[in-house]
């Protein structure tokens, strides 16, 4: 876990223990880097490193969680632009969504990279857990969350891993445009007896 205050000195010991944590992954493998060794690339004290994080995995998650809080700012703007009135479907926000993730991925690629899937999947059922909780369930009585969450997040993060590993070979516009007309395919089979 992290511990992280709303102390600017704070943020940036954080991100200068983050950029020396990238710097090593791209030579080094993740497994094998000390905390010792990382703290002397940041250039901060062993007790900064420990009263920030738990754990060099902390440091993944700090800025993988930073960047979904970035990605709902962006989506609000998103909305705001647009006009969109919420609850807003999930297929409206695939375009806002992609095109931030479009411009930078670079935590996706390295949680991806060390193996840490499970980083990413956490924060998108969050952001589905959130979405779910703006829904008026009066009207859409029959929505359980753990399915609403489950299979939204399932979709989205399968979507963004396999995008990423294709270095974002399709560009975002294009790529939402593409599953929404997958999604839409799907709904009109019928099933076959």
């Known amino acids: 876990m992290y511990h992280l205050t709303s102390n600017k000195k704070t943020h940036q010991s954080a991100e200068l ?20 060794e990382l703290v002397e ?23 993988c969680d930073a960047s979904f809080i970035d990605l709902r700012r962006y989506i609000t703007q ?29 935590i996706l690629e390295i949680i991806i990279k060390v193996h840490r899937l499970d980083i990413l999947l956490s924060n998108v059922e969050n952001m589905f857990t959130i979405m779910f909780n703006h829904i008026d369930h009066n009207s859409n009585s029959d929505f359980q969350e753990d399915y609403f969450v489950s299979i939204r997040a399932g979709i989205l ?37």
């Not at 004290?45 to 738990?54: C, Q």
């Not at 647009?82 to 375009?95: C, G, I, M, R």
């Open 157 to 193: 993060f399968n979507i963004l891993v396999t995008w990423i590993k294709n270095k974002k070979d399709i560009p975002p516009d294009t790529l939402a445009d593409i599953l929404i007309k997958q999604f839409r395919a799907v709904e009109n089979l019928e099933l076959l007896s």
């Open 41 to 63: 690339e940041a250039g901060v004290g062993r007790a900064t490193f420990y009263r920030l994080f738990d754990s060099i995995e902390d440091v993944l998650h700090y800025k």
């Open 78 to 106: 998103f909305r705001k632009s647009e006009q969109l009135a919420a609850p807003t479907n999930s297929t409206n926000l695939l375009k806002p969504l992609l095109r931030f993730w479009y411009l930078d991925s670079f």
């Open 17 to 36: 223990i983050y950029n020396a944590l990238c710097e090593f992954i791209k030579n080094k493998n993740f497994d094998t880097i000390t905390i010792k």
